[in-house]
């Protein structure tokens, strides 16, 4: 019986000399769309670079200009922002080999011209990722992008993980590596296994007293996620709390509670939705604290988990209840628009 010409060799080597043509073919679409976006989103820019010099705005009018115009086009206000900031910063513009428009967007938090074209040749030669670019470029204790507010999907953090610090970006320390720990703070990098980078984040790990770190698969917007436990309310939305750093560190911070309003102190309404807060908290042992950057008068901005008698950590990070989402949902604080 004559052998099925599906069974040789030869038809194997075809399926697999078919199968990388249409990997090339994708990945060349792929490239294509990319250098596309970043050239359609500098042309936006333009476009709102231009509308912006050639009216005359009052005070306070740019803001809903871009209100407006997210709505009418059904694309975030920030991305719109962003597009007219990537004209100004690259007004003569030509797609870098490599670049796509994240590598661009995480690029416009360095304001100095030459600086960006020296990040644009070590990210071609590094072949650097832009989760990792943004990952080396975010100021330190802190996370830049706020999440939009969702009452159903809250962005949760991972606890005890980290980035770290060039030494050279904190002091001119004799040790290479520091640990990010938020608020402002660091401390010298523990023994690593791994190789260390600020490319990668780490997890830490405690054994026989020892901290040690580890390369872990969190992203970014895992970051800066903390144990915390209350003091105190100064009002439904300004918890004052002891935040557990990891490595042994704890810091007294005032926060904020992350896109929401809650009303005045001195109004009958915020004494009604501190006492709500109080009373909902009261059972809650440990918290997760979620924070991101700071607001104008300097309180870092957090969204806080909690699970009433739970003492698993890591099952109120993941599990837990929103407070913010949940004192909107009660009527107690309403949504904040930026």
């Not at 698969?217 to 003091?231: I, M």
């Amino acid at each position: 019986m004559p052998k099925s010409l599906t069974t040789t060799a030869d038809y194997r080597r075809l399926l697999a000399d078919i199968r990388r043509e249409m990997e090339r073919g994708l990945k060349k679409v792929a490239e294509l769309l990319e250098r596309q976006k970043v050239l359609s989103y500098w042309a936006i820019g333009r476009k709102i670079n231009v509308y912006l010099n050639t009216h005359q705005m009052p005070p306070g009018a740019v803001g809903a200009f871009y209100d407006d115009l997210s709505r009418d086009l059904e694309i975030h206000d920030r991305t719109l922002q962003q597009c007219e900031q990537f004209f100004r910063y690259f007004p003569k513009f030509k797609p870098d080999k490599g670049l796509k428009w994240s590598h661009y967007r995480f690029l416009l938090v360095v304001p100095d011209a030459a600086q960006r074209r020296a990040w644009i040749e070590r990210i071609q030669k590094e072949k650097i990722p832009a989760d990792q670019l943004r990952l080396i470029l975010m100021p330190a204790g802190t996370t830049d992008d706020l999440p939009d507010f969702d009452l159903k999907n809250p962005v949760r953090g991972k606890l005890y993980t980290y980035r770290l610090l060039r030494a050279a970006d904190v002091e001119n320390f004799d040790v290479p590596w520091f640990v990010d720990l938020g608020f402002a703070g660091c401390v010298e990098a523990p023994p690593s296994k791994a190789v260390l980078d600020n490319k990668y984040i780490y997890t830490s790990e405690k054994t026989d007293g020892v901290y040690r770190l580890k390369v872990t698969d969190a992203k970014v917007s895992d970051l800066f996620t903390f144990r915390g436990k209350l003091r105190r309310l100064v009002d439904a939305d300004t918890p004052i709390l002891l935040i557990d750093q990891g490595f042994g560190k704890w810091i007294v911070q005032r926060l904020r509670l992350n896109g929401i309003d809650a009303p005045e102190i001195d109004t009958l309404a915020g004494q009604r939705a501190k006492k709500w807060v109080e009373n909902e908290l009261k059972d809650a042992g440990d918290l997760v604290v979620k924070t991101y950057k700071t607001d104008k008068w300097d309180r870092y901005l957090v969204d806080i988990f909690y699970l009433p008698k739970e003492k698993d950590l890591r099952r109120v990070a993941a599990e837990g209840l929103w407070l913010n989402g949940r004192m909107v949902e009660a009527g107690v604080a309403k949504v904040w628009k930026r």
